[in-house]
Nanobody
């Protein structure tokens, strides 16, 4: 019943910006940590940024100062503003959320991914 839908990916030149958005929908009681992960071709998935339900962000060192994560708890959305993009940021970006689908069940959920391509 729960799904995460990402949007905002695309192709940009180095130095450009993109804004990714993710919306959680379906049946759940509470959304806890939300975040963004990415996976480059033939590489393992890595954490980009997370944000707690209280709005406390954490960033991978590689994106600090360039990316900003935010969330709207009333809308169950999380966004990632990506500035000063580099070719090494090229990857499929996945939205992640930890949520309670029932008062007794907490699980990780993942979006389908959105492609970000940064040309040099």
């Amino acid at each position: 019943q729960v799904q995460l839908v990402e949007s905002g990916g695309g192709m940009v030149q180095a130095g450009g910006s993109l804004n990714l958005a993710c919306a959680a929908s379906g049946s759940f009681f509470r959304v806890y940590v939300m975040g963004w992960y990415r996976q480059a071709p033939e590489k393992q998935r890595e954490l980009v940024a997370t944000i707690s339900s209280g709005g406390s962000p954490n960033y991978a060192d590689s994106v600090k100062g360039r990316f900003t994560i935010s969330r709207d708890n009333s809308k169950n959305t999380v966004s990632l503003q990506m500035n000063s993009l580099k070719p090494e940021d090229t990857a499929v970006y996945y939205c992640n959320a930890i949520l309670d689908t029932t008062p007794f069940t907490r699980r990780d959920y993942w979006g389908q991914g959105t492609q970000v391509t940064v040309s040099s």
